[in-house]
């Protein structure tokens, strides 16, 4: 079965922090990369931040320095931690493997996403 779970999102205000939580399946924790996506209104969906199973991670410029992702090999579960957030990092974010895995091997699955706006 393939599963994805995002959850964490809210409202808050510039310069704030929430921590975003994702529960994955086995079959699509076991993937080599995990990373976190978001989609703001009007624009394509971009990767942001990605982690492989030995914990290498990498970042996309706008949040470098502000976001840090994590996973817990054994819940299955990665997280995004986001500090000194900005409205511009409006968006829903969803969890998920690399692109090329997504769209051979999950037939583009995506989860429900989990809303994050900042905004005073």
């Known amino acids: 079965q393939v599963q994805l779970v995002e959850s964490g999102g809210g409202l808050v205000q510039p310069g704030g922090s929430l921590r975003l939580s994702c529960a994955a399946s086995e079959s699509i924790f076991s993937r080599n990369i995990m990373g976190w996506y978001r989609q703001a209104p009007g624009k394509q969906r971009e990767l942001v931040a990605s982690i492989t199973r030995g914990g290498r991670s990498s970042y996309e410029d706008s949040v470098k320095g502000r976001f840090t992702i994590s996973r817990d090999n054994a819940k299955n579960t990665v997280y995004l931690q986001m500090n000194s957030l900005k409205p511009e990092d409006t968006a829903v974010y969803y969890c998920?493997?690399?692109?090329?895995?997504?769209?051979?091997?999950?037939?583009?699955?995506w989860g429900q996403g989990t809303q994050v706006t900042v905004s005073s």
């Open positions: 998920n493997t690399d692109p090329f895995t997504i769209r051979t091997k999950f037939r583009d699955y």
